[in-house]
């Protein structure tokens, strides 16, 4: 089989010449390509061609320079959303559904189990928000203790590619900026990024640290040559007629206000009289709530149907907004925001757009007679003459797009100048920044960096809220299902948060710490996921986020589950009690598995964490918890358990009738390996992957709020206390004595013996790069979910 068959099988059409040089030629750094050209088919069948899939199964060796793991940044969901559905129907037609998993990563929408096969090839396709925060080592809507698998996942063996970056915002600089990194610390496999825009400039990349590599950016930019130009299926599409006229109204001062109404009508006035009948007419404006009002006056005053597009739906609702955008044909009016500009393949006769940057202006007129189908189309951009209009962009920008705009007739592709927008980045990651992002501990006051100035643009950030019918018991709701979720900008969640406040409501938050649902009393922030009761308004199914909106919300059905469940307790308790030996060895083999395909030049550092990491459930307050759970005590005296017969995910911890809160069996491991090895070869890489194997303990050593203390002193931290003593244990053919616990480790300064924990981390961090060291924490974690899912497997 030859790629023109491959692509051919897939898409229905034969393939660019472009396309085909793609897949045939070494990556690019950049691909710049008029708007529907068919960008994402070109890139994901190209990836799949170079890593050697066939129609049905392997056709060769995978390419040496194509990661495993296809990354689809994109700057709105519903480009996530089509990337999808495109891609999804590309591997059936080719028959490599089994064989290649999609996984979606966008707010509401987070696919969990794209982490568990790393030696697999895989797409993920994901909003910049839920991509970049993860790769910043703080993944919106995330568990804190996932943040480091994820982290490592998309740093290694990973192909970013960043599509219609002109969208990205502050965005595109973080991409430079990661890429930077990636080429300047050490990976544990090869990754590689790929920028993609109809109007993309090479400064715009320039940031302090990928300025050095402008130079092959600029030599590696994939474009369409003068003969592809030329050809007739191409210049119909940049030759394709489309009227270009000023509208005879403006958005200025005086539409502020209880003015917003009047330019509103007189816009509603104007599609009316422009609209053909039989045809799709477009309108396009830089707000939300104008479009909300628009639609709601236009849903009084004509027949024709309506569409109301804007990324403040719920799924559920968004996904029939989608259909109905996608499946429905013939006349209709769109109104919609900037969540139109790019990736929604439709087409229509009139376009009203407002004033945007050009890059912007560019996207939406190739909404309008994308593919030169029609002898003429008509578009009308409207002026926005007021500083305090211009956002969510700045006044300088538009100022340059209405410039560029005069005396323009015909807005085809071919008719249209070359962007020439400079970007000037007030946020810009630096490696230092970076480097302290790897400590995943919140600081003493319980706060997180902020990574959203590096994610978004400060205008765009969000977080994520859901509605519940909340009766007495708050701690029985499940947690959030896909369906519920809607992105909330944090103006607008603050407006929320003083309404119930108002109301003497409150809304939620889940604790992952205490494992339980708190009120939210803080100020809102991105990332955040708010449960919110039905009462508090502010969500309308036909209209989307409407914080004016004060009836009761609609619920979507809740899940039929328990409360995100602590990780690890959850892996300890399944039903079936496996003697701890056994657990290590499990592990060991699945740790060595896992090593030779990805990290075979650290086997056997890996096997040796796997066969230590749970040494310390031998300690005698995880025994008692364990214990506790079997019918027959005696039984439970037996032997040392890894795993309890409980079900229900609730392990008490103790020592003598005494409690030992927080308690963390790793960090017990963790003292036990370092009691008889410190000072080996790699003892404090195997020390570190120990601890770090629930992502709970990884660079910091401290005891929390709310732990018991010994009364005569002692040191302490996460339930372990300084004297703490192991019994002896055999496992994979190793014997361990008796062992005493100590934490000198803890110690900074005078009186420390020895490198404090703070002192290896650190080295360790200079040695391996955040790259590597995340990537075999991962390995041995993942290890770890295989061995208790084999064991769990094994008793149903």
């Given amino acids: 089989m030859i790629f023109r068959e491959f692509f051919t099988q897939a898409v229905g059409a034969d393939p660019y010449p472009y396309q085909a040089r793609l897949a045939e030629a070494p990556w690019p750094e950049a691909l710049e390509v008029p708007t529907g050209m068919g960008k994402t088919a070109a890139v994901t069948l190209a990836w799949l061609w170079k890593r050697g899939w066939g129609a049905g199964g392997r056709r060769a060796e995978p390419d040496a320079d194509t990661p495993r793991r296809l990354v689809w940044c994109l700057p709105m969901r519903v480009l996530v959303e089509q990337t999808a559905g495109a891609t999804g129907q590309w591997l059936e037609r080719l028959g490599l559904t089994d064989q290649v998993a999609v996984h979606l990563l966008l707010g509401g929408e987070v696919s969990r189990d794209w982490l568990e096969a790393p030696e697999h090839d895989a797409v993920l396709i994901g909003t910049q928000d839920m991509l970049l925060s993860r790769a910043l080592m703080r993944g919106y809507g995330l568990s804190r203790y996932r943040w480091p698998m994820e982290f490592a996942l998309l740093h290694n063996d990973a192909f970013w590619v960043f599509d219609e970056v002109q969208l990205m915002g502050v965005g595109m600089a973080t991409s430079a900026q990661l890429e930077a990194f990636r080429r300047a610390w050490p990976l544990a496999r090869p990754a590689r990024s790929l920028w993609l825009s109809a109007t993309l400039r090479s400064d715009w990349l320039a940031t302090v640290d990928f300025r050095p590599h402008l130079e092959s950016l600029q030599t590696q930019t994939l474009t369409l040559s003068e003969d592809e130009r030329s050809r007739p299926e191409v210049a119909r599409r940049l030759q394709a007629p489309k009227a270009l006229a000023r509208a005879g109204f403006a958005l200025d001062d005086d539409s502020a206000g209880g003015n917003a109404r009047d330019y509103l009508a007189s816009l509603a006035a104007a599609v009316q009289a422009a609209h053909r009948p039989g045809t799709t007419t477009l309108v396009v404006v830089n707000r939300v709530a104008r479009a909300q009002g628009l639609y709601q006056l236009l849903n009084k005053a004509v027949d024709t149907p309506l569409i109301l597009v804007h990324s403040r739906f719920r799924p559920a609702e968004r996904r029939e907004l989608n259909r109905r955008l996608v499946e429905e044909e013939g006349e209709r009016i769109i109104v919609a925001t900037q969540a139109v500009e790019a990736g929604v393949d439709l087409s229509a006769a009139t376009l009203f757009t407002e004033l945007a940057p050009w890059s912007s202006l560019v996207q939406r007129f190739g909404r309008c007679n994308r593919h030169g189908e029609l002898d003429q189309a008509q578009i009308f951009w409207i002026d926005i003459d007021s500083d305090k209009q211009a956002p969510p962009y700045e006044p300088e920008t538009l100022a340059a797009a209405r410039d560029r705009l005069q005396g323009l007739q015909q807005a085809g592709p071919a008719h249209l100048p070359p962007v020439e927008e400079g970007a000037d980045w007030q946020q810009v990651i630096r490696r230092g920044d970076f480097l302290d992002l790897f400590d995943t501990d919140p600081d003493l006051t319980g706060f997180d960096v902020d990574v959203s100035p590096y994610v978004r ?161 031998a300690h005698p307050a995880f025994q008692h918890a364990v214990q506790a759970a079997f019918d027959d005590p005696e039984q439970a005296r037996t032997k040392l358990w890894a795993k309890s017969p409980r079900l229900d995910g609730r392990l008490d911890y103790g020592v003598d009738g005494q409690p030992r809160r927080h308690f963390r069996h790793e960090l017990a491991s963790m003292l036990a390996w370092l009691a008889h090895h410190d000072g080996a070869p790699e003892a404090d890489l195997i020390a570190y992957l120990i601890l770090a194997h629930h992502g709970k303990l990884r660079l910091r050593l401290r005891a929390l709020p709310g732990e018991n203390e010994p009364s005569d002193g002692r040191l302490f931290c996460r339930g372990v206390w300084a004297g703490d003593r192991l019994p002896p244990l055999s496992a994979c053919k190793e014997a361990v004595g008796e062992t005493e616990l100590q934490l000198d480790l803890m110690r900074l300064g005078l009186g420390a013996q020895g490198p404090s924990w703070t002192e290896r981390t650190a080295a360790l961090l200079q040695q391996y790069g955040p790259f590597r060291l995340a990537w075999l924490e991962t390995l041995l974690r993942l290890a770890d979910w295989r061995a208790s899912r084999a064991e769990q497997e094994q008793f149903a």
């Avoid at 859901?466 to 896909?482: N, S």
């Avoid at 710490?513 to 990332?527: C, I, Q």
């Avoid at 508090?536 to 409407?546: I, K, R």
């Fill in 457 to 617: 643009d400060t205008d765009d950030r969000d977080l994520l809220g859901f509605w519940r019918e909340l009766g007495e018991d708050v701690q029985a709701e499940p947690a959030p299902a896909a369906e519920e979720l809607c992105r909330i900008p944090l103006g607008e969640a603050r407006k929320l948060l003083d309404r119930l406040n108002k109301a003497n409501r409150t809304a939620w938050i889940w604790d992952h710490l205490e494992r339980r649902w708190t009120p939210f009393r803080g100020a809102p922030r991105p990332g955040l996921v708010l449960m919110l009761p039905v009462e508090a308004g502010g969500y309308d199914p036909e209209l989307g986020l409407f914080i004016s909106h004060k009836k009761t919300v609609p619920a979507v059905p809740a899940p039929e589950a328990i409360p995100e469940a602590d990780e690890d307790e959850r892996l300890t308790t399944l039903g079936r009690a496996v003697p701890l030996p056994e657990h290590l060895c499990h592990v060991e083999t699945h740790a060595r598995d896992l090593g030779e395909v990805l990290a075979p030049e650290q086997v056997e550092t890996l096997s040796t964490a796997g066969r230590w990491h749970d040494l310390g459930k």
